[in-house]
């Protein structure tokens, strides 16, 4: 198993000497966020290809996955392509920040699907079927 660690300190010159997919990864994922300065890549080998998992300041989140995962999916397409060049399975991993948001039920679909309910109600009853 091969790691390979760029992080918060890392100088230009340590660029160059990544792999092309890590590199290609903090140069787009820096672009992004609003703290480039907090992200992480990790890059795994092993016998089912490539790993890169990036950590990202908290407030970042949001901004990496995108609106319902649109951009985390076109990153993982681009890394793809770029592992179909290298011939190297590449797959893409998004740590989960310490102390994240938790899902909760949205309170505003539950609200107005009940108002929903009570307008077909009435129409129903203004019927009199």
Do not use: W, Y
Not at 30 to 39: G, L, N, Q, R, Y
Not at 44 to 58: A, F, I, R, Y
Not at 77 to 104: M, Y
Not at 113 to 123: E, G, I, L, W, Y
Request: charged share 35%; with cysteine.
């Amino acid at each position: 198993m091969n790691n390979l660690i760029c992080g918060r300190n890392s100088e230009q010159t340590d660029m160059a000497k990544l792999p092309v997919d890590q590199e290609f990864l903090e140069f787009t994922v820096k672009a992004i966020v609003d703290h480039p300065d907090d992200v992480e890549i990790t890059r795994t080998v092993d016998e089912m290809g490539v790993l890169l998992s990036v950590k990202v300041n908290p407030e970042d989140m949001g901004k990496l996955v995108g609106r319902q995962g649109s951009t985390a999916r076109a990153i993982r397409t681009l890394l793809r392509v770029i592992g179909l060049k290298n011939r190297a399975r590449i797959n893409f991993k998004i740590e989960e920040p310490e102390g994240g948001r938790k899902r909760t039920p949205e309170t505003s679909s539950t609200e107005s699907a009940s108002s929903n309910d009570k307008d077909v109600d009435k129409v129903v009853d203004e019927l009199k079927l």
